[in-house]
T-cell receptor, first 114, second 114 residues
């Protein structure tokens, strides 16, 4: 079985400060990892993904994520937070080259304080 | 492209009534997913199709739930009879399986069963 844990329901960051949203995963096989963002009353939007290669992946809106195999983590980061980054963020995992079933974490609500 | 289109945006019904949710995937996408989002359980995969064939329906909660994909451009999720605990936001998503692509989500259907 595959699973994702997002240990923080809520993260508050001051505007301009760096932000981190945490994610750990469990999967049988090589992971295929994603971050999605959800704005109010909208569907999820893709931010970035990790398949193989460089452990630091860059995505939309200045976000990046660091894959750490030994810690089975895939934390989302941004060097300088904007108020417009306030949203619900989901980490997701599936098995690379396996079943297409994508398992999501419970989400982390990110609030950027002006 | 108009993206993934779901209808209706909102549905309010009484317990025991039949509910049908509709989804039109992005043209050319050959995988379609139905997810349910609630505060308590987060995002749950209900069922997914590949080339109009159901591949994994292990997330369908009960026999009251059924899903069909009669052609590449249309899918339905039916609940009969509906119950108050079915109240949630139901999302449809599509992707291109061969390219290991990300999911594109619709805006969701907010279902309220009274």
């Amino acid at each position: 079985a595959q699973s994702v844990a997002q240990p923080e329901d809520q993260v508050n960051v001051a505007e301009g400060n760096p932000l981190t949203v945490k994610c750990t995963y469990s999967v049988s096989g090589n992971p295929y990892l994603f971050w999605y963002v959800q704005y109010p009353n909208r569907g999820l939007q893709f931010l970035l993904k990790y398949i193989t290669g460089d452990n630091l992946v860059k995505g939309s809106y200045g976000f990046e994520a660091e894959f750490n195999k030994s810690q089975t983590s895939f934390h989302l980061k941004k060097p300088s937070a904007l108020v417009s980054d306030s949203a619900l963020y989901f980490c997701a995992v599936r098995v690379l080259f396996g079943n297409e079933k994508l398992t999501f974490g419970t989400g982390t609500r990110l609030t950027i304080i002006p | 492209d108009a993206g993934v289109i779901q209808s209706p945006r909102h549905e309010v019904t009484e317990m025991g009534q039949e509910v049908t949710l509709r989804c039109k995937p992005i043209s050319g996408h050959n995988s379609l997913f139905w997810y349910r989002q609630t505060m308590m359980r987060g995002l749950e995969l209900l069922i997914y199709f590949n080339n109009n064939v159901p591949i994994d329906d292990s997330g369908m909660p009960e026999d009251r739930f059924s899903a069909k994909m009669p052609n590449a451009s249309f899918s339905t999720l039916k609940i009969q009879p509906s119950e108050p605990r079915d109240s949630a936001v139901y999302f449809c998503a599509s992707s291109m399986r061969q390219r290991n692509e990300k999911l594109f989500f619709g805006s969701g259907t907010q279902l309220s069963v009274l």
